[in-house]
Nanobody, 118 residues
Framework: QVQLVESGGGLVQAGGSLRLSCAAS???????LGWFRQAPGKEREFVAA????????SYADSVKGRFTISRDNAKNTVYLQMNSLKAEDTAVYYC????????????WGQGTQVTVSS
């Protein structure tokens, strides 16, 4: 019903910046779009989310002040601007979507690799 495609990952030096994009093929109105990440040997963790209808956002404490999530209504795309990157930010980043009436994220993208070198 909803397809998500991430892009923008790559290799960046510590202290640098990177912007991830997530294009959604279905309707996103009244949905939440989120970013998650999974580092090698660790469990998946929440990074940030945006409520599509209002643009309200939430962030994990580990990325507050460094990452910014936003959305473009015309393009049906959500972005994750990552600044002041650290080696510990290295992970596969996933875009996910859930209905505003639910708790569990139902739809997931394939992920994009972000590697921060130190």
């Amino acid at each position: 019903q909803v397809q998500l495609v991430e892009s923008g990952g790559g290799l960046v030096q510590a202290g640098g910046s990177l912007r991830l994009s997530c294009a959604a093929s279905g309707r996103t109105f009244n949905w939440y779009l989120g970013w998650f990440r999974q580092a090698p040997g660790k469990e998946r963790e929440f990074v940030a989310a945006v409520r599509w209808i209002s643009g309200s956002t939430s962030y994990a404490d580990s990325v507050k002040g460094r990452f910014t999530i936003s959305r473009d209504n015309a393009k049906n795309t959500v972005y994750l601007q990552m600044n002041s990157l650290k080696a510990e930010d290295t992970a596969v980043y996933y875009c996910a979507a859930r209905r505003s009436s639910e708790v569990t994220y139902e739809y997931w993208g394939q992920g994009t690799q972000v590697t921060v070198s130190s």
